[in-house]
């Protein structure tokens, strides 16, 4: 089955620091990456994915992430973080030809300190 | 816009207590999902539905069950709710995609959670 591994739970940083967050997953067949956001009291949404061409990709917020197949990783970044970038993030990860079931990571605590 | 719809934003139960947390969703998709979520252990899926009435087990299935009789509901069943059970409840949907060519689609939308709090 397929496993997603976010490393650093809890990232704590001050405005205009720059963020990356990685994401290694363990299958190594296609696959459609995704990393969602979960605003504090908010619904987990959608920051970015990536499904095909570009490894490069850019989200909303000034978000982008790098897909490096040989490395299985999808990294987050993002160059000046604002307070408002505090959330928690979650990379995911599926196989097109499975079932359609994502695997998540355990998620990233990003705390911005004004 | 996708909206996925949970009925209740909080609910606190009893031990041994029946509970039903009901998803909707307005887009037509085939394919819906429970997920709980707690800290320092992301998101785990406890069942998904591709189809009507049908049902897979996800990774943590046990203590639960669920239905889908229609296509926009998926309902999460607790048959005896236990304290172990208290957590955060996401319900999620998307289209089923087999073709690479639709993999653009293959999006899941997540509902605002029901925070589950069992005594």
């Known amino acids: 089955a397929q496993s997603v591994s976010q490393h650093n739970h809890h990232v704590i940083l001050s405005e205009a620091a720059s963020l990356e967050l990685g994401c290694n997953y363990s299958?190594?067949?296609?696959?459609?990456l995704f990393w969602y956001v979960q605003y504090p009291g908010q619904h987990l949404q959608l920051l970015l994915k990536?499904?095909?061409?570009?490894?490069l990709v850019k989200g909303i917020k000034g978000f982008e992430a790098e897909f490096i197949k040989s490395k299985f990783s999808f990294n987050l970044r993002k160059p000046s973080v604002q307070w408002s970038d505090t959330a928690e993030y979650f990379c995911?990860?599926?196989?097109?030809?499975?079932?359609?079931?994502?695997?998540f990571g355990k998620g990233n605590q990003v705390v911005v300190i004004p | 816009d996708v909206k996925v719809t949970q009925s209740s934003r909080y609910l606190v139960k009893r031990t041994g207590e029946k509970v039903f947390l009901e998803c909707v969703q307005d887009?037509?998709?085939?394919?819906m999902f429970w997920y709980r979520q707690d800290p320092g252990l992301g998101l785990r899926l406890i069942y998904f539905?591709?189809?009507?009435?049908?049902?897979e087990k996800g990774d943590i299935p046990e203590g639960y069950s669920v239905s889908r009789e229609k296509k926009e509901r998926f309902s999460l069943i607790l048959e005896s709710a236990s304290t172990n059970q208290t957590s955060m409840y996401l319900c999620?949907?998307?289209?089923?995609?087999?073709?690479?060519?639709?993999?653009?689609?293959?999006?899941?939308?997540f509902g605002a959670g029901t925070r589950l709090s069992v005594l």
């Open positions: 995911a990860v599926n196989s097109l030809y499975g079932n359609n079931r994502l695997a």
């Open positions: 887009m037509d998709h085939e394919n």
């Open positions: 299958y190594g067949g296609t696959v459609n």
């Open positions: 539905s591709y189809d009507v009435k049908m049902k």
């Open positions: 990536y499904f095909s061409g570009d490894p």
């Open positions: 999620a949907s998307s289209l089923w995609v087999r073709d690479r060519g639709l993999a653009s689609k293959n999006i899941q939308y």
